[in-house]
């Protein structure tokens, strides 16, 4: 599960990169707008990453496993 939480975490980053470098395609400088949204993409990345390890420190500290294998046949 950590590996999901790490892999979402670098797609997000990879969109932020890819946003600065689009807004800078034509124009040869960087308008603030692109800035101000990369900025507020990081701070969400931050705030991703930190609520999805705490629902999996939450669900190890119940079921005592991290195994998706193990916490699928829980379903109702």
């Given at each position: 599960?950590?590996?999901?939480?790490?892999?979402?975490?670098?797609?997000?980053?990879?969109?932020?990169?890819a946003f600065v470098y689009?807004?800078?395609?034509?124009?040869?400088?960087?308008?603030?707008?692109?800035?101000?949204?990369?900025?507020m993409l990081i701070g969400?990345?931050?705030?991703?990453?930190?609520?999805?390890?705490?629902?999996?420190?939450?669900?190890?500290?119940?079921?005592?496993?991290?195994d998706l294998r193990e916490?699928?046949?829980?379903?109702?």
């Amino acid at each position: 599960m950590i590996k999901i939480v790490i892999g979402i975490e670098m797609m997000m980053n990879g969109v932020t990169i890819a946003f600065v470098y689009f807004a800078t395609f034509k124009n040869e400088f960087i308008s603030v707008l692109p800035l101000t949204v990369s900025i507020m993409l990081i701070g969400l990345g931050g705030c991703t990453g930190a609520i999805g390890l705490s629902i999996i420190l939450a669900l190890y500290k119940h079921y005592e496993t991290l195994d998706l294998r193990e916490l699928r046949r829980l379903k109702w």
